[in-house]
């Protein structure tokens, strides 16, 4: 009983802990915290990590010219934002994230 109740606690802090790091994640994005990324936020912070990351979808982003590289950024943006508001909430990178 106890070890199943201590499984259960370490479960719970995981999904807490899990849900912490998405809200500091969404809050490093929404650089007004506003409550809601915008386009230029989602590209400032999607272009700067893919500019610094060493993968092969970051090396295939930085050898695009600028106007393809924006036109990669929108199509990700515009994926998350399911519903079309032109912003996104924390439910959006939750949703991508589930």
């Known amino acids: 009983m106890v070890v199943r109740a201590l499984v259960v606690a370490g479960l719970l802090l995981g999904v807490a802990s899990a849900a912490q790091a998405q809200d500091r994640r969404f809050d490093r994005i929404d650089a007004n915290h506003d409550g809601r990324i915008s386009l230029q936020e989602y590209e400032n ?39 079309h508001k032109g912003f996104l909430v924390p439910a959006d990178l939750q949703r991508h994230q589930g």
């Open 45 to 83: 912070y999607a272009g700067s990590r893919l500019m610094k990351a060493k993968g092969p979808h970051a090396q295939k982003f930085r050898s695009l010219d600028p106007e393809q590289q924006t036109a990669v950024l929108q199509h990700r943006f515009q994926r998350l934002d399911k519903e």
